[in-house]
Nanobody
């Protein structure tokens, strides 16, 4: 199994910055794509940013130019640098990874437990 643990959420004023981290652990053979999603009550979880193992990135239009996703493959870690935060960025942020573990056949999608980000106006 693969476990994902997020950290770095919290309360920040509009215009401020936060950096989220997500570390994968367990019986990892390899990790392919990693990403960050967010969800607010009553709405579907949405993609914020994703990054391939090779470093190609993809962002939601609402965060382009403000958020940066990066990863450190040697430590199975993905980061989300969030700048110029807005109240509408308030959500629970979830880490996501497509990984192959030693215990299972094929690629499976794993999720972290989520971390709250609250942006006050």
């Amino acid at each position: 199994q693969v476990q994902l643990v997020e950290s770095g959420g919290g309360l920040v004023q509009a215009g401020g910055s936060l950096r989220l981290s997500c570390a994968a652990s367990g019986s990892i053979f390899s990790i392919n794509d990693m990403g960050w999603y967010r969800q607010v009550p009553g709405k579907q979880r949405e993609l914020v940013a994703a990054i391939t193992r090779g470093g190609s990135t993809n962002y939601a239009d609402s965060v382009k130019g403000r958020f940066t996703i990066s990863r450190f493959n040697a430590k199975n870690t993905v980061y989300l640098q969030m700048n110029s935060l807005k109240p509408e960025d308030t959500a629970v942020y979830y880490c996501n990874a497509d990984a192959i573990s030693y215990e299972e056949t094929g690629i499976a999608t794993y999720w972290g437990q989520g971390t709250q980000v609250t942006v006050s106006s």
